[in-house]
């Protein structure tokens, strides 16, 4: 019976280190969000510009899941994430009309380029117009690297394919490849085959396995790519961290937001262009 007692002390002071220690970690935990973005705001390097000035400013921690934009919302969904970063307009509005988002915010564009093989086999170099070089392509059945990763790049693409009245299906598997997989390693495909692909500019300008690729169409006014920013919806997943993922949406399309994508640049060549006071 003597030693009932200090089993209870015991138990007592386990729970209150253990209380004292649950304590640190959950404001821990409030001080740190997890952003779902896409893949080329990771690999073009501008996560790595932009969140130290953000946390060192908030103190506010951010985890990044780089994935296609498909995926990303697919997290926001899933009530995984505080806020996602993407770069397809149309699933942007529809995840905030299903209501898995809310206060969706314009934050900067850049634009999509087509690469390939610098001898050309399609003879598109120096064009402008997208639809008539994959049109181009498809009848040359010159290799083509294809993310097909449901990634705001593959959407776009498919899009120009159906403009450009370009069945795929039979190209499949032949010159026409499916990677599966973010944008840095579909252009190692693609340098590796010397095959065309569609690129955002940035996850360009930050690649160094280029091979013999080099950009061979831009300036079409389809490639236009914009990027917009939301938060997951608190009311549907009450565990978001709303506080501190709205803090930075804010600081994000703040001016200081703004101006920190604006300076980030490679090779003195500007990635990513502010617009969310248009």
């Known amino acids: 019976m003597a030693t009932f007692p200090r089993?209870?002390?015991?138990?007592?002071?386990?729970?209150?280190?253990?209380?004292?220690?649950?304590?640190?970690?959950?404001?821990?935990?409030?001080?740190?969000?997890?952003?779902?973005?896409?893949?080329?705001?990771?690999?073009?390097?501008?996560?790595?510009?932009?969140?130290?000035?953000?946390?060192?400013?908030?103190?506010?921690?951010?985890?990044?899941?780089?994935?296609?934009?498909?995926?990303?919302l697919d997290i926001?969904?899933?009530?995984?994430?505080?806020?996602?970063?993407?770069?397809?307009?149309?699933?942007?509005?529809?995840?905030?009309?299903?209501?898995?988002?809310?206060?969706?915010?314009?934050?900067?564009?850049?634009?999509?380029?087509?690469?390939?093989?610098?001898?050309?086999?399609?003879?598109?170099?120096?064009?402008?117009?997208?639809?008539?070089?994959?049109?181009?392509?498809?009848a040359a059945s010159a290799p083509f690297a294809s993310r097909a990763d449901r990634s705001g790049t593959h959407a776009a693409e498919l899009r120009y394919w159906q403009a450009a009245g370009v069945d795929l299906e039979p190209g499949k598997g032949k010159w026409y490849r499916e990677t599966g997989s973010g944008m840095g390693p579909t252009l190692n495909t693609a340098a590796g085959m010397n095959a065309y692909a569609l690129t955002d500019r940035g996850t360009w300008l930050s690649f160094?396995?280029?091979?013999?690729?080099?950009?061979?169409?831009?300036?079409d006014k389809r490639l236009f790519n914009q990027y917009g920013v939301m938060l997951v919806d608190p009311q549907k997943h009450p565990q978001v961290r709303q506080a501190a993922g709205q803090r930075f949406i804010d600081w994000l399309v703040s001016a200081e937001g703004q101006a920190a994508i604006a300076s980030y640049r490679i090779n003195g060549e500007q990635l990513f262009f502010p617009n969310a006071g248009k």
Do not use: C, W
């Not at 969904?77 to 206060?103: I, S």
């Not at 564009?109 to 049109?135: H, S, W």
């Open 208 to 219: 160094r396995n280029r091979g013999e690729l080099a950009i061979l169409v831009e300036g």
């Open 7 to 72: 089993t209870l002390r015991s138990i007592a002071a386990a729970l209150l280190i253990a209380a004292g220690l649950a304590a640190p970690l959950a404001a821990q935990a409030q001080n740190a969000i997890t952003v779902a973005s896409t893949t080329s705001t990771e690999q073009s390097g501008l996560f790595r510009h932009l969140l130290p000035a953000f946390e060192k400013k908030t103190g506010i921690q951010v985890r990044v899941v780089a994935v296609g934009t498909g995926q990303a």
């Open 76 to 138: 926001g969904r899933r009530g995984d994430a505080d806020v996602v970063f993407v770069h397809d307009t149309a699933a942007e509005e529809k995840f905030v009309a299903e209501g898995f988002g809310v206060g969706r915010r314009e934050v900067m564009y850049n634009d999509f380029v087509l690469v390939g093989p610098k001898n050309d086999p399609a003879k598109i170099a120096g064009g402008k117009g997208i639809l008539e070089a994959l049109r181009r392509i498809a």
